[in-house]
């Protein structure tokens, strides 16, 4: 028996003419799966207003019964919810009545005198097949609508503080400064709190300091004055502006250059910035929030970020937990994935196997969810089959070649493309390891032009900032 079948919860409907022999059964099950609750009557009449009233994830059913038959209860029960899973139990088994009850839609078919182990056995299975159902109805509504974003999806312990935060600091209009890992989902974060709060219709920007060139990043925020440098034929409105009575999220904000921190500090203090090229000062009400990947109290002890600014943005603090704080999520993270890739690339749904979902959940996670995501996408692409094995996985996550966890031929164009494609994305990720995110000597040791590698990292999606050692 699984363990999810062992300590998950939920509600069945045990229905037998015999009452005796029902209690009897319902506090046999009672004992081995005690976060179930279980509910007894003794007809099938009964058993559906009590399915009207209530909601249950399983039926076990004694076949034969006076008026409502068995038979006639499954078919009725399944219209009602296509999702229960029943289970069927008949003194007079057959091969043409099991038969007959799996057609219908029974999950599995037991006779009496029933086997007290092959009882356990089927109705754990039976509890973890409804419990999966369940799951995969909240994946598909999460997918639909998810306020705090598909990275962010999770119950364990981490998660449920990590929600708990985000909820508490959208309350506020406090800086906040949201420290994590690459890739755990710090952007997600920050726009759920602009979601969460009071200025959820307003503007949102977020601002990738480390991609905007030092010289340009002042401008850039703060805005600048016609002739303020070569090049500034115009005035500009900065982003603070752009974006005033909305939020700001300047991500990776250990990476800015010591002229924007003091002009950052100056717009935290008396809400005010003044563009480039100007005395003048505006007014601009803002709420900044702040991300990095960095340890900003070695960058004060180093004197590369100033102390008093670090305490204007730590006002408020979130941290995002990495994976491998998590790793109970995985199996709901990756299949909510699975869903959503599929949806976008037009394909059949495919499902990940339990084997394949114990191999993701035991795998570390160095790139955390957005490297799961990259994966996940590899498999919709590359498995032509409906389920995903572990085998599947484990091929893909090492680069295997296409030949070799690819059962069917698409046009050779198309599958060159997709070959292409994986090597480029495996060489570049490889190298930007290597490099840590330096394009300079990504360039140099490829032999790929800086323009050209820039272009390739545009096409495949892929940001250098993501391989930064902080």
């Known amino acids: 028996m699984t363990g999810l079948a062992a300590t998950g919860s939920g509600a069945a409907l045990i229905v037998d003419d015999q009452r005796d022999f029902a209690v009897g059964l319902s506090r046999l099950l009672a004992g081995l799966f005690p976060d179930w ?39 009725a029960a399944l219209a009602r919810n296509p999702s229960l899973t029943v289970i069927m139990l008949t003194a ?20 009496k005198p029933i086997d007290q182990d092959h009882l356990f056995r089927i109705v754990g299975k ?54 994590g890992e690459s890739g755990t989902g710090k ?49 500009r409105k900065g982003l603070f502006m752009a974006v005033n009575r909305g939020t700001i999220l300047l991500d990776e904000i250990g990476d800015i250059p010591a002229n924007v921190q003091t002009k ?36 004060i002890a180093d004197q590369t970020f100033r102390e008093d600014l670090y305490f204007r943005l730590n006002v408020l603090a979130i941290h995002v937990p990495p994976l491998s704080e998590r790793t109970e999520d995985i199996p709901r993270i990756a299949s909510h994935f699975l869903l959503t890739v599929c949806r976008e690339l037009g394909v059949p749904q495919k499902e990940l196997s339990n084997e394949a979902l114990s191999y993701l959940s035991c795998r570390s ?18 498995c032509p089959g409906e389920r995903i094995e572990a085998a599947h996985v484990r091929q893909a996550e090492s680069g295997a070649s296409l030949p070799q966890y690819c059962e ?49 990292l545009k096409r495949i999606s892929i940001n250098t900032g993501d391989y930064r050692k902080g």
């Open 37 to 75: 609750t279980f509910e007894v009557r003794e007809s099938g009449g009964e058993a559906l207003q009590e399915l009207d009233r209530g909601e249950y994830s399983l039926l076990v059913t004694d076949l034969r019964m006076p008026g409502l038959s068995g038979q006639n209860l499954l078919t």
């Open 264 to 299: 950052l500090l100056r717009v935290i203090q008396e809400g005010e910035v003044r563009p480039v090229g100007t005395n003048d000062a505006a007014k601009v009400n803002v709420r900044i929030l702040a991300s990095t990947n960095q340890n900003l109290e070695a960058k």
């Open 365 to 382: 996670w160095p790139g955390n969810v957005r490297e799961l995501l990259n994966l996940v996408r590899r498999l919709a692409v590359f």
């Open 92 to 111: 007079f088994g057959s091969v043409e009545t099991a038969v007959a009850a799996l057609k219908e839609g029974a999950y599995d078919f037991l006779t």
């Open 126 to 179: 039976a509890m973890e097949r409804s419990q999966l159902l369940a799951e995969n109805m909240r994946l598909r509504e999460k997918a639909a609508d998810s306020e705090l974003g598909p990275m962010l999806i999770g119950e364990s312990p981490a998660m449920r503080r990590l929600h708990k935060s985000i909820v508490a600091v959208a309350a506020s209009d406090y800086t906040v400064l949201i420290r």
């Open 187 to 235: 952007e997600l974060v920050s726009r759920s709190i602009q979601a969460l709060g009071h200025r959820a219709n307003a503007p949102f920007v977020t601002v990738n300091c480390p991609a905007i060139p030092d010289a340009l990043l002042e401008s850039e925020l703060f805005g600048h004055a016609k002739g303020a440098f070569t090049g500034a034929d115009k005035s």
């Open 408 to 456: 069917s031929f698409s046009p050779y164009k198309e599958t060159k493309q997709l070959v292409v494609d994986e090597f480029t994305r495996g060489y570049v990720h490889r190298l930007l390891e290597h490099t840590q995110g330096n394009i300079s000597e990504a360039a140099r040791i490829s032999g790929v032009e800086r323009f050209s590698l820039q272009k390739i």
